[in-house]
């Protein structure tokens, strides 16, 4: 193979990686040999080998191995450095979740070693549920049981379980924490029956000093399961043993569960988290950036760009430490400050879809409030100046910051037509440079939508 024949084998990979990708990763990629099946590649930093051998390294082979070369494995080299190999690539970080005793008997899922309460940082909307779970990871009494933790995707169930896990074995190394998702739970439940093992199925579970199960929503309407997870819930529950269970959404509101594991999962305390606020946004990029420091250690990140991210994306945690993550990413790769029109620029998919989020009603809401009117007035007919300008300036918005059309939004605004609303915006753009109270209006209106 020549690098001129791995231009045109690359091209292939443009459908499947996505043309972005394509651009930051694979074209950068210089052929350099192939020898006794094994391709080797020039990149500009050993990140970057890193980076791309865990993001694509697969596809590549798979691409060069349809295109007839005889390889088995890619390597990445440095020039004037070691190589990195494909297996060298940093792994997630993951460690065994049982304690010493019976190690391989448990049934739990490995833990993530990053999911600590040292790493997970406490705002307001998730102050109640971390003070519970820290309550429950000291151990000793049993004081609730189970601990229901609730929330939206994204916000920290999963990280807060795990952070449990590891303080209770840090505590009692003897003590048997199992953390699993319900799905592997149904997972082992039918494959103990399809073994016929039920018994030893149940020894398991009932042996258990403190179980967890992750998203247990998803065992709505699974009957069987369900009645085994009753079971073995109740029979924990007898022998005094912690249970902690987390969900999308609170009991009673999951479709499709019985009404009597409803009233067993109440009976404890349910703690929801709440979807992120700003501070508690930009505490976690904080968090992160220290964090990651030392694998990005020569990394600048200019004034402002934590604040425009936590100002910007709001949808959910994992969203923003992706971004977080692709913006170091990037960073290392050009190999300078990362300034706040890097960000809009590497990010800009991730930006516009979290703008996408605002809805009309959503600034309706907001506006009426801010103006201190009510909603019926704000949509309704009436065309007194104390309603019609706020009219205008939700319709303004809404051209702004969603990406309803004209039309669309008069029918949302009580059946108007779109000259109307096309008017209100026209109206609102016209006042907005003329009068600051307006355009201050405007932006504390927009701010906070986007917060
Ligand atoms: P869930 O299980 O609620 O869907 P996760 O626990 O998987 O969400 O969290 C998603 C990501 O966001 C994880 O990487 C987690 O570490 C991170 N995260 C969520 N909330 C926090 C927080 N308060 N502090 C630090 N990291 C957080
Ligand atoms: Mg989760």
Redesign the pocket.
């Known amino acids: 193979m020549t690098n001129e024949s791995w231009g045109h084998i690359r091209e292939e990979l443009i459908s499947s990686v996505g043309k972005n990708n394509y651009t930051n990763w694979i074209e950068p990629l210089e052929f350099s040999d192939l020898e006794d099946g094994v391709a080797t590649f020039y990149v500009p930093t050993q990140f970057m080998g890193n980076w791309v051998s865990r993001n694509f390294g697969d596809k590549i082979l798979n691409q060069l191995q349809k295109a007839g070369q005889d390889v088995a494995r890619i390597e990445f080299s440095v020039p004037s450095t070691r190589r990195v190999r494909v297996e060298d690539a940093p792994k997630k970080t993951q460690a065994a979740a049982q304690p010493s005793r019976n190690d391989a008997d448990l049934p739990g899922a490995p833990l993530d070693a990053?999911?600590t309460f040292d790493?997970?940082?406490?705002?307001k909307p998730?102050e109640l549920a971390?003070a519970a779970a820290r309550r429950v990871a000291e151990g000793g009494t049993v004081t609730f049981n189970p601990l229901f933790l609730y929330?939206?995707?994204?916000?920290?169930?999963?990280?807060?379980?795990?952070a449990i896990a590891w303080e209770l074995q840090k505590r009692s190394p003897g003590l048997r924490v199992v953390y699993l998702s319900a799905e592997q739970f149904m997972y082992r439940f039918v494959q103990a029956l399809r073994e016929k093992d039920m018994i030893a199925f149940k020894q398991l579970f009932r042996a258990v000093d403190v179980l967890m199960v992750?998203?247990v929503q998803f065992i709505a309407g699974k009957d069987a399961t369900q009645e085994e997870f009753f079971h073995t819930f109740n029979a924990l529950v007898d022998q005094n043993k912690q249970i902690i269970v987390?969900s999308?959404r609170a009991p009673n509101e999951i479709p499709g569960i019985e009404d009597r594991i409803v009233s067993r999962l109440q009976s404890g305390l349910v703690v929801d988290?709440h979807p992120?606020n700003y501070e508690?946004r930009l505490?976690?990029l904080q968090?992160?950036v220290e964090q990651y420091s030392n694998q990005f250690r020569d990394l600048e990140i200019q004034d402002g760009v934590l604040e425009f991210l936590a100002h910007r994306i709001s949808t959910?945690?994992?969203v923003?430490?992706g971004a977080l993550m692709r913006l170091f990413a990037f960073g290392a790769l050009v190999g300078r400050e990362i300034t706040l029109e890097l960000t809009q620029d590497c990010l800009a998919d991730v930006l516009r879809a979290s703008d996408r989020k605002i809805t009309v009603e959503e600034i309706q809401r907001k506006v009426s409030d801010h103006y201190n009117i009510r909603l019926s007035d704000l949509i309704g007919p009436k065309r007194v100046r104390t309603f019609a300008r706020p009219r205008q300036i939700a319709m303004f918005l809404s051209k702004q910051l969603t990406s309803r059309s004209l039309p669309e939004i008069g029918r949302r605004f009580g059946g108007r037509d779109h000259t109307t609303v096309m008017h209100g915006v026209r109206r609102i753009e016209e006042l907005r440079a003329q009068d600051s109270q307006i355009a201050e209006d405007l932006e504390l209106l927009r701010r906070s939508l986007e917060a």
């Open positions: 990053r999911f790493t997970f940082v406490v705002g998730n971390h929330g939206g995707v994204g916000l920290g169930k999963t990280h807060l379980m795990h992750d998203d987390s999308d988290l992120t508690l505490g976690i968090q992160k959910n945690v994992r923003l430490e």
